[in-house]
């Protein structure tokens, strides 16, 4: 199933190079873990896609992203686990699914990569084995999955955190390889698809692709023009192309289904 699940993956991907900001992220109400893994495997193989000298076929890359919280699933209520908890059955949970990756006998390299996947370049004690490419690309995929696709997910209190890239690069510029994290930043843009932004013309705009080169400047629906007008027709404006206008700031994070 793992393997169906990556080639279908990979052949979306293939036919849309902007499949990660396409996708309508939301997390149902339950099952959460199983929609971090998915997308976790859509943003792994996707970075890996214009990656050289990976190591391991992106099937390899999209399975270890897919298993990797393998070891959560031992838990009662796992299937509902999304958050980081710092107690010990979740710090245990990467030896537990190393164990059970080695049980179905997957690759060595996928068992690496599910071993690997809280690793950073910057942890405080060094690890002495190497962090090959491979391994980062599914962190990084886990990592970001939580800090930028769910940047929309209410706090305890309510509030609602605010996307911030330019944050998230800063948290995490030692993390990882320079150049890896660069690719991953513009996969996802400085502005995710969902996202409302105002633009130095006073209108509101819902972001809704992404230009892979410029991610500073994505495709935006307008939801409110300048006056506080809504459009009587759909307008679509491309900031790549439409140089005089910009993105101001955001206004809202990611939008998501109210909950159920």
Known sequence: MVKSITHDIEGIIAEDANIVTLLHRYRVQKEKILWHSLYASILAMDLARNVRSLGCSMQEIGGAALLHDIGLLT???ALDIVDFEPNAAFLDHV???VGLAREIKVPDVVVEMIAQ????????????????????????????EHAVIDLSVESRDGSVVRND???????????FDDDLLKRMI??????????????????????I???????LR????MIMDGFGNHPEVTRIIDLKQARV???IRTIAAVARPPST
Do not use: T, W
């Not at 890239?165 to 993390?175: D, G, W």
């Not at 692709?209 to 991610?215: A, G, L, V, Y």
């Open 95 to 97: 030896n537990r699914g």
């Open 75 to 77: 838990e009662p209520g």
């Open 209 to 215: 692709r992404q230009n892979e080169d410029m991610p």
């Open 165 to 175: 890239m330019s944050a998230v690069f800063k948290q995490y510029r030692k993390a």
């Open 186 to 207: 513009s996969l996802i843009g400085f502005y995710p698809v969902g996202s409302m932004v105002e633009l130095n013309n006073r209108a509101i705009c819902e972001v």
């Open 218 to 221: 994505p495709v935006v629906k």
């Open 245 to 247: 206008i910009s993105i």
């Open 117 to 144: 996947h809280h690793r950073r370049l910057d942890d405080p004690v060094p690890e002495p084995e190497p962090f090959p490419i491979h391994c980062q690309i599914v962190a990084i995929a886990n990592l970001f």
